[in-house]
């Protein structure tokens, strides 16, 4: 164990790990197993470290850099960490510490812990532990943050059983007050692409693969190919591209990285659209390295995604202890292009879209209590500001929590 006076202030004391039976049960997790941050053991724990940060003591870089360090010395993929921050603690200084663990790990649950009770929050939402209740000793007051190493979080199989389980809701719910923007989107997306007569297209990444049948549609492309990792999203993009009038869509699943078109005796594509994919890949060098074989020299490829640096995402990232853990991993629109442009891409078009905050939260009262009264004019609002910026780079391009960029492939 490392000696108290060589650690960061803030962690020089420590929790025995028992105390957080509660939130191991919850978890399906052994305590017994547990080890606390400073204990270094033989070898990596594959199961659950805990930090404790004494109560009055704030974040500091200090101690993060020595969370990090120590995490990564002492825990395998497959290990969870809990980091005990004791006393009442604001939001802000929640989502400090995640976003200083970041890229190392990824804060997938939050738990705030009283006398009384156990609250636990995901991005799904709150619940209240049901274990907290047959409590009777007195417990410490904090708040824990449970972290995954953001490989393990991101990993293929969390991303199949996330996107399958919520395979329908990705594909929108037509009549509903959000659905017009939901398709206005893909469309606005999908028409980045340029294609002749008898072109083929890819969506690479494809959801409910609306980017992919848009653009189909427009170009009255004769083959459209889509794969996703969730075989669900598939399914679903198959459906919608036949009811389209789409005839003979072909899907597969795969990952970006490894890429199931074009397979061995396959061309690749006149034209690949991936949209809102590559912040889910753990590495952007290798999922372009997936790319690169599926656009043909002289084809077209349009690719988009989240806006790491909008207003709004910013103060996402200032003010919320759990976020998706693509928010953090989002390339800007330069970075992506700074990674295609050495393999012979060349940006010919580009622009934001989805206007920022307070756009989406004015979408969400619309679409939660004003029953679509301000569809129409929200949606117009972002039509207006994507076409003006495509146009004339205003408003600016952090004034959009997407954007989206096409290239012709030398
Ligand atoms: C935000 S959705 C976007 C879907 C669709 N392209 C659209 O714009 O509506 C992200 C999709 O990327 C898929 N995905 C996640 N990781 C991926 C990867 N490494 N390679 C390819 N697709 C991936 C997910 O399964 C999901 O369907």
Redesign the pocket.
């Known amino acids: 164990m490392d000696s108290l006076s060589n650690l960061p202030l803030a962690l020089r004391e420590f929790i025995d790990p028992a105390e957080l039976s509660a939130l191991y049960e919850d978890l399906g997790l052994d305590a017994k197993a547990a080890r606390t941050l400073h204990d270094p053991g033989t070898e990596r724990t594959t199961q659950t470290l805990v930090g404790l940060v004494a109560p009055g003591q704030m974040f500091t870089k200090a101690a993060a850099d020595y969370v990090v360090q120590a995490v990564d010395q002492g825990m395998t993929e497959a290990g969870a960490f809990f980091l005990f921050l004791e006393g009442r603690r604001q939001e802000q200084e929640l989502a400090n510490w995640r976003n200083s663990l970041w890229p190392l790990l990824h804060a997938n649950v939050v738990y705030t812990v009283t006398n009384n009770e156990i609250l636990r929050r995901t991005l799904g939402g709150s619940t209240k532990l049901e274990t907290a209740k047959r409590k009777s000793h007195k417990v410490r007051s904090g708040s824990v943050l449970m972290f995954r190493r953001r490989v393990h979080a991101m990993g293929?199989d969390a991303?199949?059983e996330?996107?399958d389980q919520n395979?329908s809701s990705?594909n929108g719910n037509p009549g509903g007050a959000g659905y017009p923007h939901f398709r206005w989107?893909?469309r606005f997306?999908g028409c980045f692409t340029k294609l002749s007569k008898n072109g083929r297209i890819l969506?690479?990444?494809?959801?409910?693969?609306?980017?992919?049948i848009e653009a189909a549609k427009t170009f009255g492309c004769t083959e459209l190919a889509f794969?996703?990792?969730?075989p669900e999203?598939v399914k679903i993009a198959e459906r919608n591209a036949r009811e389209q009038g789409i005839t003979n869509p072909v899907g597969r699943t795969?990952?970006?990285?490894a890429?199931p078109f074009p397979a061995a005796g396959e061309e690749p594509y006149d034209s690949v659209?991936?949209?809102?994919?590559i912040?889910?890949?753990p590495d952007p060098n290798v999922?372009i390295d997936?790319l690169l074989p599926t656009v043909k020299s002289g084809g077209n490829l349009v690719i988009?995604d989240i806006q790491r640096t909008s207003r709004g995402m910013q103060r996402r990232r200032r003010e919320k202890p759990l976020l998706p853990a693509?928010e953090l991993n989002a390339q800007t629109a330069a970075e992506v292009r700074a990674l295609l442009e050495p393999h012979g891409f060349e940006c010919t078009g580009g622009a934001g879209y989805q206007l920022t905050r307070p756009f989406p939260e004015a979408m969400h009262v619309n679409e939660t209590k004003l029953k679509g009264l301000l569809t129409r004019p929200l949606l117009w609002s972002n039509q207006i500001a994507a076409a003006t910026n495509r146009r004339l780079n205003l408003p600016g391009d952090d004034q959009f929590d997407s954007w989206v960029m096409s290239f012709r492939r030398k």
């Open positions: 293929p991303t199949v996330k996107f395979a990705w989107m893909r997306v969506d690479f990444g494809c959801g409910a693969g609306w980017c992919g794969f996703d990792p969730s999203m795969g990952f970006g990285e890429p659209i991936s949209s809102g994919v912040s889910f890949s999922w997936g988009g693509r």
